[in-house]
């Protein structure tokens, strides 16, 4: 089958006229033409079925385009997922009208903000949205408004715990929405844990929650402040969970483990406790059971083994010496916590919640250590 007379020349016209992108909309059988002055519409009139009429027209745009005209090639598709395509040949794939390759673009560290623009233009969808908003270069442009206004319509939709997460952390970047919207989020938050996770993942400093400090966090004030201005990280930990900030963050980490829906959300918010925690595990994730974690710490925190810098604290201040092990435990949380009581990856709800009381009420225990004085 070849393309009827008047398409071939419709197509070509459009193609000589140097659009910059391509899209088609298989239903209607139309493709479109983005120009500097609009769009540009092109009406398919198949000569038989559509699906093998379409191919064609996919070989002329590939054949003009990239000089092959077998459509988007797979070593294409394999190059660009991988981030091999080269940043001067993103346009190209935008006038090829294959999903696939606008994906692909999409994916490329190289996109800039107008090239995210065309590709926005050939197909509006979430999954391209999170990729272009994982680049600065499209965060900092006019596109990254636009996506995270997208993205925010459409996240009651989203029904994966990691997308909603991914979503609210990259819609949460500066410049993208502005404080009604957020304030709305954070309000459904209450209602969603994985919207919860995805503000902790944005900003742990910068909730829209507020608290006092801890109340005897100006005991240890002058104290904190001097060490932390002699450059001691574990000083400047300790004073950031016993101000207000820190006191939000822990308090949020407390409401998501009362009753998270699924694992993934159970693993993400480990995920984000061990990082906020990691100056207290400077020599790397141990992969441990919540026992072995629990039963170290101590061990850890001993005067003769701790760091120097955690020594100095500690004989400053040893009245915290229980928080500088409940935070030696919390840096170490993970998967490895999760592992021996977790035997299905499907367990969810209140059944993954039972499996899981005896390594969760340890880490609340830990928590509560943070935000209630002795």
């Not at 300790?238 to 006191?247: A, F, H, N």
Request: with cysteine; net charge neutral.
């Amino acid at each position: 089958m070849e393309l009827s007379p008047e398409d071939a020349l419709r197509l070509n016209v459009l193609l000589a006229n140097k659009p910059l992108a391509v899209r088609i909309d298989e239903s209607n059988l139309v493709v479109f033409g983005l120009s500097g002055q609009g769009e540009v519409r092109v009406a398919l009139n198949p000569l038989g079925r559509p699906e093998i009429y379409l191919r064609k027209v996919r070989e002329l745009l590939s054949g003009y385009v990239l000089g092959s005209p077998g459509g988007y090639p797979v070593y294409l598709r394999r190059w660009t997922r991988m981030g091999q395509m080269r940043d001067e040949s993103l346009a190209q794939l935008l006038l090829l009208g294959e999903p696939e390759a606008v994906v692909a673009a999409a994916c490329s560290p190289g996109l800039t903000n107008e090239l995210a623009r065309r590709a926005w233009w050939a197909m509006e969808d979430a999954e391209s949205a999170r990729q272009m908003l994982a680049n600065p270069a499209v965060v900092c442009g006019s596109m990254g408004p636009v996506l995270a206004a997208y993205l925010v319509d459409y996240l009651p939709f989203e029904t994966e715990p990691e997308k909603m997460i991914e979503t609210v952390r990259l819609v949460l970047q500066p410049g993208l929405i502005d404080a009604v919207v957020r304030s709305d989020l954070w309000q459904k938050a209450a209602r969603r844990q994985a919207y919860l996770v995805g503000f902790l993942a944005a900003d742990p400093d910068d909730l829209p929650e507020s608290a006092p400090n801890r109340s005897d966090a100006p005991r240890y004030q002058a104290r904190l402040a001097a060490l932390a201005g002699s450059g001691n990280p574990f000083a400047s930990l300790l004073e950031r969970v016993l101000s207000g900030r820190g006191q939000v963050f822990v308090q949020t980490v407390q409401q998501v483990l009362k009753k998270p829906p699924t694992q993934e959300v159970v693993t993400a918010i480990l995920e984000l406790i061990s990082s906020y925690f990691r100056v207290f595990r400077p020599e790397g994730h141990p992969d441990q059971r919540i026992e072995d974690l629990v039963a170290e710490a101590p061990v850890f925190c001993q005067l003769g083994c701790a760091p120097e810098a955690l020594a100095q604290c500690l004989a400053a201040m040893p009245e915290l010496s229980a928080e500088v092990r409940a935070m030696r435990v919390l840096s170490g949380l993970g998967y490895g916590v999760l592992r021996p009581a977790l035997s299905s990856a499907t367990v969810m709800g209140s059944l993954m919640r039972r499996k899981l009381e005896p390594v969760l009420q340890p880490i609340s225990a830990q928590l509560a250590v943070l935000v209630c004085p002795r």
